[in-house]
């Protein structure tokens, strides 16, 4: 049967958008081969993995990522990942306002060109690094609430809500009516 319209077995395309450096790419890496590499390189571009998740309900999930570099020079493609997206992860690093600040500037951008009905989350990163927090998490989850996305702190490097990230977006997931 077409996975497109097998509400068994369902497929995403998915994308990771944020600033340079907050670990979008690490947080990939974890989700798909378990794994943290603290000399992972800086992404070219875009790298694409896929990964199928297996829900409680007996449904699977395929992942189709796109993991896009955050950087200025590559901002120009970032609509040739995120078109025809069923999904999007926008990430920043706890300890960097910087970061948020650039989330939102992806969620504006997302809201503009993105699909409308696009399952977002937003990610606050390296929650291992609370000691050096400089965004709340209230403020992110009420960003994230006015801006109709879910919002989850993760660490990449210990793993914490890694797979719970993808769950959830799996969970919003429409089901096709069979
Ligand atoms: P990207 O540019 O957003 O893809 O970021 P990377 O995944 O390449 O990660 C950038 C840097 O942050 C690397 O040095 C990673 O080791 C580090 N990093 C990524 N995730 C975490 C995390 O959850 N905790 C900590 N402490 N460091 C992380
Ligand atoms: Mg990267």
């Known amino acids: 049967e077409n996975s497109a319209t097998d509400p068994k077995n369902l497929r995403v395309k998915l994308v990771l958008l944020g600033d340079s450096g ?5 947080i990939v890496l974890r989700f798909v081969r378990g794994q943290f590499d603290p000399t992972s390189k800086v992404t070219v571009g875009a790298s694409f993995l896929s990964q199928t998740l297996a829900l409680e ?3 699977t999930v395929k992942f189709e990522i796109w993991d896009t ?13 995120y078109r025809g997206a069923g999904a999007a992860i926008v990430v920043y690093d706890i300890t960097s306002p ?7 500037y992806w969620v504006k951008e997302l809201q503009k060109h993105g699909s409308p009905d696009m399952i977002m989350a937003l990610v606050g990163n390296k929650a291992d ?3 050096n ?4 998490s209230q403020d992110a989850q009420e960003y994230a609430e006015k801006n109709n996305m879910f ?23 429409p089901r096709p009516t069979p």
């Open 57 to 59: 309900d007996s449904t």
């Open 133 to 136: 927090r400089s965004v709340s």
């Open 98 to 104: 910087e970061s948020f600040n650039k989330a939102q």
């Open 129 to 131: 690094l609370h000691d």
């Open 151 to 173: 919002f989850i702190e993760t660490s990449a490097k210990t793993a914490d809500n890694i797979n719970q990230l993808f769950e959830e977006i799996a969970k919003r997931l």
């Open 22 to 26: 907050v670990g979008k790419s690490c």
């Open 69 to 81: 570099a955050g950087q200025e020079r590559y901002a120009a493609l970032a609509p040739l990942y």
